[in-house]
């Protein structure tokens, strides 16, 4: 090593020190933050491009901590998946979820509620007795609750016999899962046919550029008709403009998420919209 790095190794080291200390804190504000109930829920609506009704809403995690301000979930959501603090925050935004979606079904306006399922919380051998506790805690109709999971979550999914029958246990409750950011990398036509997936979201890294480039375009537009063929809903995320909702709708896509319809708000704002 040159005498001259010496300062940028120093630096480096002080940076990870920094990130590791800001880590330690988050895991510590977040057991108190669970503790208290601290932890907020956005939702964000998803239309229906034929009715152009909202009839969806992804519950999202949020957190403003007191010392270390907001934390943004792609902060949050991988130590609390290392440090075992995702099962809190589980049944946290589930609880959220479920209360929300009774409260508006009873008011008339039954919407379904998506919540975010890392797979950690499907290895607890008690999943599904927890969400029908959930469920029935709350007077919610299973087929309101929607649970996410990734690709990458399918992919391992797929050779993990147990989980594969906790979600076929849910889907015969009406409970329905949702196969997201589709397009990232791990696609497998093995787990499409193993689990119960009833819609999957298109990512919003294929949706941004959508407008402008003819090969995006066409691979969204096999996406659509691939879910078509599987008789599959298919959603696109991170829809920010006009011209990406119209061109989507063109395309045959069935739903839409993002900036351009609203961003994620509370309870009270979905009402409104
Ligand atoms: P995700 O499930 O793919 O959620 C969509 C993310 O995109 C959200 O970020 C949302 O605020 C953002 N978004 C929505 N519309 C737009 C748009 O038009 N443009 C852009 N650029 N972004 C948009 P958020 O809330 O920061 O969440 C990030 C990720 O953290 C989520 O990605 C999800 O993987 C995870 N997450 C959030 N809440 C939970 C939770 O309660 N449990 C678990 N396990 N994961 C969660
Ligand atoms: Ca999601
Ligand atoms: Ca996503
Ligand atoms: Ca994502």
Not at 11 to 26: D, G, P, T, Y
Not at 157 to 166: G, H, K, N, T
């Amino acid at each position: 090593v040159k005498k001259e790095g010496g300062g940028n190794i120093v630096s480096l080291s002080k940076a990870n020190h920094v990130a590791l200390s800001r880590k330690a804190m988050i895991e510590k504000r977040l057991i108190e933050a669970l503790h208290h109930k601290d932890l907020s829920v956005m939702y964000q609506p998803q239309v229906d491009l034929k009715s152009g009704k909202i009839d969806a809403v992804e519950a999202l995690v949020r957190w403003e901590d007191a010392v270390l301000g907001t934390v943004s979930p792609s902060d949050l959501i991988p130590i609390a998946e290392e440090t075992g603090m995702i099962h809190d925050i589980g049944t946290f935004m589930l609880e959220k979820a479920c209360e929300q979606a009774a409260t508006w079904a009873k008011q008339g306006k039954p919407m379904k509620v998506s919540v975010n399922s890392s797979i950690r919380e499907f290895r607890d051998k008690n999943m599904v007795k927890k969400i029908r506790q959930v469920l029935e805690k709350f007077d919610c109709p299973a087929h309101l609750l929607q649970i996410e999971i990734t690709e990458k979550f399918a992919l391992e999914a797929e050779s993990e016999q147990s989980i594969i029958r906790q979600m076929l246990q849910l889907q015969t409750d009406g409970v329905t899962f949702v196969l997201d950011d589709f397009g990232t990398g791990y696609a497998s036509f093995r787990y499409m046919q193993l689990l119960p997936i009833t819609e999957l979201k298109i990512d919003q890294s294929f949706i941004s550029s959508i407008t402008k480039q003819e090969k995006l375009q066409k691979l969204v537009e096999g996406i659509i008709q691939f879910g078509k063929s599987m008789e599959i809903r298919v959603l696109a995320e991170g829809v920010e403009t006009k011209e990406q909702q119209d061109l989507l709708t063109k395309l045959g896509c069935d739903a839409i998420q993002g900036y351009y319809v609203s961003h994620p708000v509370p309870a009270s704002e979905i009402e409104k919209l």
